[in-house]
């Protein structure tokens, strides 16, 4: 048995070096692991199959990758090179809540490399696009400040602190000070935005009668105003329905991930895809087409 002890131990640092040589030379090389797959590839999938895997129909994906205006190649910091249509797949699909090493089965490459490319694909969404979930900025119309307007697009601001609640969140937003400039109809009628209990009344905000000797007409226009709010609040619910990731608390790790970001980059792409084929609470009101929402000039008269 002694005699055996020198081999064991030379068989155990044997598998130490042969594990070592994959993480490190074999893993994150760049080095295909199976067969690539591209968007080409995928092409081919049913398009039940596709919807599932990646939250969009063939068509769909096609009109808003389209819209998005991404160039033609990706590139991460390390020169890892993917065409810009597989590098949204890949977003896409992590943002559905497959699992990085899922990813890495279906598109050939290391889990660090898709990691990278996923990365700088969302980089480039939010940096040319993030202006449009800002109010202040958007000519159309973690606690994130979410807003959802009558057409069902989603406004978003943040992140901000989890201590801070809805009316801290309110004042320090500057969206009373927008509405003051901005909510008003063609002929000049004032439009008003509906909150909860956790509001105040402001200018251009109107929230639900409170106290325990409220009038029939109060109850009754609180029970109605209550169920638009939740109607319009589905919406906000709808974009983790699309991408499951964002509401999977256990994966999402704060100051070791974009958490923010993340959700960001799905509001984008659920206003995208509500622009394309409408939602739940815009059958009353007309949507921007894709191209509109799009606009690459939107960002720069908004600053002029």
Not at 31 to 58: T, V
Not at 173 to 200: C, E, I, M, P
């Amino acid at each position: 048995m002694p005699s055996q002890q020198p081999l064991f131990q030379l068989s155990l640092l044997a598998l130490a070096a042969a594990i070592s040589h994959f993480i490190f030379n074999v893993r994150d090389n760049k080095q295909l692991l199976i067969k690539p797959c591209s968007y080409l590839d995928l092409k081919e999938m049913l398009d039940n199959h596709f919807k599932d895997n990646f939250g969009f129909e063939h068509s769909e994906f096609d009109e808003i990758h389209a819209a998005l205006k991404l160039p033609e190649l990706i590139k991460t910091n390390v020169q890892d090179t993917e065409d810009s249509h597989t590098a949204l797949l890949m977003l896409l699909g992590y943002l559905r809540g497959r699992t990085l090493r899922g990813l890495e089965s279906q598109f050939g490459w290391s889990k660090s490399r898709i990691s990278r490319v996923r990365s700088e694909v969302a980089n480039q969404l939010l940096t040319k696009w993030g202006h449009l979930l800002d109010v202040h900025h958007n000519t159309l119309l973690s606690k994130q400040c979410l807003k959802s307007t009558p057409d069902g697009l989603i406004f978003a601001q943040g992140p901000w602190d989890g201590s801070e609640n809805n009316w801290s969140v309110w004042t320090k937003s500057g969206v009373a000070d927008w509405l003051q400039n901005s909510s008003f109809t063609k002929d000049n009628r004032t439009l008003y935005l509906f909150g909860d209990k956790g509001y105040h009344l402001d200018h251009h905000l109107i929230v639900p009668y409170k106290g325990n000797n409220m009038k029939p007409k109060e109850t009754w226009f609180n029970v109605i105003m209550s169920k638009y709010r939740i109607t319009v609040e589905w919406a906000i619910g709808l974009v983790s329905v699309l991408f499951p990731w964002l509401n999977n608390k256990q994966q999402q790790k704060f100051l070791l991930m974009p958490v923010a970001n993340n959700y960001l980059i799905g509001v984008i792409l659920w206003n995208a895809l509500s622009c394309l084929k409408g939602n739940t609470t815009s059958q009353y009101f007309d949507l921007p087409s894709l191209d509109m929402y799009f606009r690459e000039n939107v960002q720069s008269s908004a600053a002029a």
